[in-house]
């Protein structure tokens, strides 16, 4: 073969082989947003059937676990293998607040360090050229006597709008669109999007079980469209790489 042919080849490979532009959308978060053991069934995070509505291009890489806090997940070394395999053009999806807020938990952060934390992960992924969005804390299955559901991350979950603003971060209020979606279904069809089982129900909880934090299947999905629905709102590249119909 000729150094000509050689060249002409090469360059025709170049275009034909162009590699599919993939990204990686690293979710980071609580129990409300994880992957969950098979014991815990039918308790699903929202994270779980987010992975579906993409197209080949996209990864979902979900880093979100039970109890942690912005602190406790930096601390455990859960947030260093994130940014260490993460590449430019990849998204980070931060929504923590849940255990952060409960000073009676030991994930407990307080306000001051929990704005500093969130700052830190937008800093560490602009630094390898990613794409932060930061998410409120879904909210609590909370009604009051009348039948109008409750806040129940009020101040957190301000903090998490405050530093959006202030870095000029991408901002998906679920703690509101949650809100929004379990005061349309009311105080007892609303029930079918957590973990309420009778005793008997299922083999994994045998008394029973009465969770108004944590989803089941229908709610995880409920609050994955949600968030798919955000991703569109505010134009996110990303959102061109949706796949599946959803709302909005």
């Known amino acids: 073969m000729t150094l000509k042919l050689f060249t002409i080849l090469c360059t025709m490979m170049a275009f034909t082989w162009s590699p599919k532009e993939n990204i990686t959308v690293w979710l980071i978060g609580d129990s409300t947003m994880s992957v969950k053991e098979t014991k815990a069934y039918p308790e699903t995070g929202w994270g779980m059937p987010f992975v579906f509505f993409w197209d080949s291009t996209v990864t979902v890489d979900n880093r979100a676990m039970n109890g942690r806090s912005t602190r406790t997940f930096i601390e455990e070394k859960r947030w260093d293998p994130v940014v260490k395999n993460m590449q430019v053009g990849d998204y980070v999806f931060i929504q923590f607040g849940h255990n952060d807020e409960v000073p009676s938990k030991k994930s407990y ?140």
């Open 109 to 248: 952060v307080p306000e001051k360090d929990f704005r500093t934390n969130l700052i830190k992960y937008i800093t560490d992924t602009r630094s390898k050229k990613g794409n932060p969005v930061l998410i409120t804390p879904v909210a609590r299955r909370k009604f009051d006597s009348t039948g109008h559901i409750q806040e129940t991350h009020a101040v957190y979950a301000q903090i998490v709008r405050d530093v959006a603003r202030e870095n000029n971060v991408p901002l998906i209020d679920l703690s509101e669109k949650s809100k929004i979606l379990y005061q349309q279904l009311g105080p007892e069809a609303s029930k079918l999007l957590f973990n309420y089982l009778v005793a008997g129900e299922h083999p994994n909880y045998p008394e029973g079980k009465q969770d108004d934090t944590h989803f089941s299947e229908l709610g995880a999905r409920k609050i994955a469209e949600l968030v798919l629905a955000e991703i569109r709102s505010l134009k996110l590249d990303l959102a061109d790489k949706i796949i599946s119909k959803t709302p909005g």
